[in-house]
């Protein structure tokens, strides 16, 4: 490119930084708009040159010219619109890298990427993606020619040589096209200087040179908020933080970006040792399946046993081949290592340094905010500067996630946001706005804490806070918990959503630091979420506590039945240093310490005379009492619902289909223990078919469950044969139900059924259909003839009560305990 040749000029808008609808980690390496981007880098190395911390190099304000600032004439006017939008990109990014390569649909495209990358063609590589889309060739409507490409490859090089040498700030005054609008393109004008970016200068509003470099340090350590629709995204200069810790006259300031610089230093090759220990285990599996091929894992182990027949103790060598296993191991280690590509290493190393950074500036508020923040600050104002509310929202999200879902604190599943207002009734300069989050389980300490710096908040707009909840940052000694419940199986649950992260807290306190003034801490209630997280809770807690966890029954019996005292023990775990026992610990005792970890701090948000209240300190008090009250009920529900005339509808279903099905109950003893059912067909009233059973016990959960089998052999078409299924509760194959009361008054459960080589296989696999049914009208009409059908019938016997093994367990898998390996003799191993 030479001097001579002419330019196009025409203003061009720069894209808008992030979307405010992305959830915050996604904005954490977004990035920010031209003016946004450069005034930040500006008045921060403005404020560190006045306060003696840092000055500028030879280069510093130097300007360029690179290939870019000048749009040759001699393209099309296609290519001269791309190279112009490419070059544009680059300036407004200047901290972003550009690839010409192709996309996973073909498409030539430009990509800008965060990191330099080898291979930045095909699937965007990079998650979360930032905001700069990719920009395609033909967005013109014609792909560049030969000229505009090379053109577009030589300034993406250089764009990226001055990237990796470290240049983050744009350099050169910004494209332009000279003329346009039919207007012949005129010779090369030179960059005006009134284009060129004027020296920073400092912030009027602060008062001193500590305070300005206080400010800058503080936009650094700010949690991401949104201001006015826009998108504030604190990002870290690890030279500018070192600069400070190296030259700062403030001890404070010091120590707050010492925190950053280490977290730097840690961080900084993360990536490159996970790709390298990647690397070296798919080495080493591969070393170690080589030689488990050639025989190399065999070794001699000696056994002695008793052999009966001569009267003697025998030794015998058995020589052991660990081949296979080994062979095993290493591949499956291979397959790991081969699975995790960089990319998804990558992501996990993002999210680990995000964690990090969190830490860090936790770290380094904790610096600052008694040293610096008073310090800056105005009188105590008589009014409130800022207040702060909750407003529910329904956000999407990845139902994928629940099954298996554990809190991750990025708060994922959380309905709502929290909005901060000006409310003093002026412009607020400089705030320093500390906001600590308390999660139910910490009660009353706060669970972590939020720092939030806004140089400029005019009166009546709003703050949108962050929603990533990192706990234990406070240091306060209470440990966040988020309990897990039983659920039908006998395991823990995953736990409820309105409990993890963010969804848990219930109480907010704040600060605010201003040069107008200062807010004193300010503490609020959220009830909104507090009363959806009572109730999650002490269900939680009942069903815990009436659950096989808490066998108080056994317990009694057990202590009744010992008659001698225990021997106390000097070297066992449970006696004290002169070997006097600790007293045992009871199963109240027990109950009580784990359902106090998340029911007692509730009690000091709850009115002291609410039912939640009252409710939660009998479940401490009395836990037996309360679990004989639940199990009590539970027999009372499920026999009022067995009694005569109650009648529900509902479907069973497998993967593909759900087809209506109907319960209507015909007879029940007050035991539970002789129970008539009539199944129907809601779509054909006609096909009907008797089923009987009781009230079984289930040691999973220790609760009872509804126990039916069929009591004549089904003969007529049934549901599956109309609808393409293998088995249905009409068909021969058919063995029983199992039926569980719901907190709605219906059952949930299954019917079982037997594999029969006669019935034609589809696609079901399962040797059990999923069953749930609702409460229904009661239709007198329908008993009375259910009820003659059974008097009609007297072969339709009733099955005895028994106990039913709802699980595969020890009984049904039998092993020979003596002969855990099969290749090994018995007797023990020397």
Not at 21 to 40: D, K, P
Not at 77 to 90: G, W, Y
Not at 200 to 220: F, G, I, M
Not at 619 to 641: F, G, M, Q, S, Y
């Amino acid at each position: 490119m030479t001097d001579r040749q002419p330019m196009i000029t025409a203003p061009f808008p720069s894209p808008r930084a992030v979307s405010r609808h992305q959830s915050l980690l996604s904005r954490l390496t977004g990035c920010f708009e031209v003016f946004q981007f450069n005034s930040f880098v500006a008045s921060l190395l403005w404020s560190l040159c006045l306060a003696g911390i840092w000055s500028p190099g030879p280069m510093a304000w130097g300007q360029s010219k690179p290939p870019g600032n000048v749009i040759p004439t001699d393209f099309t006017p296609s290519d001269q619109q791309l190279v112009f939008a490419v070059a544009s990109a680059m300036h407004s990014h200047p901290e972003l890298y550009f690839y010409l390569c192709k996309d996973q649909n073909g498409r030539e495209i430009v990509r800008p990427l965060k990191n330099a990358t080898q291979n930045p063609g095909g699937k965007f590589p990079e998650k979360p993606p930032i905001v700069i889309p990719d920009i395609d060739l033909n967005r013109f409507g014609a792909l560049p020619q030969a000229k505009a490409r090379k053109y577009l490859e030589d300034l993406c090089t250089q764009h990226n040589k001055r990237r990796a040498a470290g240049v983050v700030v744009a350099q050169g005054p910004a494209p332009h096209l000279m003329g346009g609008g039919g207007v012949a393109p005129g010779a090369y004008v030179p960059p005006d200087p009134k284009l060129m970016p004027k020296p920073p200068q400092p912030d009027p509003a602060t008062k001193n040179k500590a305070q300005s470099a206080y400010a800058e340090l503080a936009k650094v350590l700010s949690n991401d908020y949104s201001l006015a629709g826009n998108d504030v995204v604190s990002k870290v200069l690890p030279e500018m933080m070192s600069a400070i810790e190296k030259n700062s006259s403030e001890p404070a300031l010091q120590k707050a970006a010492h925190h950053l610089v280490t977290y730097d230093q840690k961080t900084s090759s993360l990536l490159d040792k996970a790709i390298q220990g990647r690397d070296q285990s798919l080495a080493s599996a591969k070393a170690q399946l080589s030689r488990a091929e050639r025989g190399d894992y065999t070794h001699t182990e000696t056994y002695e046993y008793y052999d009966e027949g001569a009267g003697r103790w025998v030794q015998k060598n058995v020589q052991v081949d660990d081949n296979p296993t080994v062979a095993y191991l290493s591949m499956s280690q291979m397959l790991i290592a081969q699975g995790t590509s960089d990319d998804m290493i990558r992501n996990r190393i993002e999210r680990q340094k995000f964690i990090m950074l969190q830490k860090a500036k936790a770290a380094s508020w904790k610096e600052l905010l008694p040293a610096m923040a008073d310090r800056f600050s105005g009188q105590v104002s008589s009014r409130p500067l800022v207040n702060v509310r909750f407003v529910a929202e329904e956000k999407p999200y990845d139902r994928s996630l629940l099954d298996n879902y554990w809190p991750t604190g990025l708060s994922e599943f959380f309905q709502g946001k929290y909005l901060a207002r000006n409310v003093s009734g002026k412009e607020l300069q400089h705030v320093t706005f500390a906001v600590d989050f308390h999660h139910f389980s910490t009660l009353p300490q706060p669970t972590t804490r939020h720092v939030y710096y806004i140089p400029r908040w005019k009166q009546g707009e709003e703050v949108e806070l962050s929603t990533i909840l990192f706990p234990d940052l406070v240091g306060t000694g209470k440990r966040y918990y988020v309990p897990k419940f039983p659920d039908g199986r006998g395991m823990n649950a995953a736990p409820n959503l309105e409990l993890p992260d963010m969804c848990g807290v219930v109480k907010l306190t704040f600060t605010v630091w201003a040069n107008e003034g200062k807010q004193n801490a300010t503490s609020i209630s959220i009830p909104e979420r507090l009363l959806k997280i009572v109730p999650v809770l002490i269900e939680g807690a009942e069903i815990t506590l009436a659950s096989s966890m808490y066998p108080f029954e056994a317990a009694s019996a057990t202590s009744k039945s010992s008659t001698t005292k225990p021997k106390s023990s000097t070297n066992g775990k449970d006696s004290d240093k002169k070997g006097t026992p600790k007293p045992p610990t009871s199963m109240e005792e027990r109950a009580r310490e784990t359902l106090s970890l998340y029911l007692e701090p509730l009690l000091t948000e709850l009115p002291e005379g609410s039912p939640s209240a009252q409710r939660i300190r009998k479940i401490l008090a009395n836990p037996r009492d309360v679990r004989e009250e639940i199990i009590k009920k539970r027999k009372t529900d499920l026999l009022a619902a067995c009694r005569a005339g109650q009648r529900y509808l509902g479907n069973y279903s497998d993967r593909d289909h759900e087809i209506e099905m109907g319960l209507l109950f015909v007879d029940c003893d007050p035991a539970g223990q002789a129970i008539r059912v009539e199944l129907f067909d809601p779509e054909k009233p006609s096909q009907t078919r008797p089923w009987g059973g009781f009230i079984s016990h289930d040691p999973r959960n220790n609760s009872e469950f509804l126990y039916l089998v069929p009591l004549d052999k089904a003969t007529e078409p049934t549901a599956s044969a109309r609808n393409g299924l293998q088995a249905d509760p009409f068909s021969p194959d058919a063995t029983s139900f199992m039926l569980s009361l719901t907190k709605a008054g219906g059952f949930d459960g299954k019917f079982e059924y037997r594999e029969s080589f006669d019935t034609p296989r589809f696609t079901v696999r399962e040797p059990w259909r999923t069953v749930r049914v609702k409460p229904a009208a009661q239709e007198s009409t329908q008993l009375a003839a259910a009820t003659q059908r059974v008097k009609e019938n007297p072969q339709w016997k009733l099955p005895k009560p028994r106990p039913i093994i709802t699980t595969r367990g020890p009984a049904n898998n039998p092993t020979n305990p003596g002969r855990s390996n099969p290749t090994t003799p018995k007797g023990r191993s020397r």
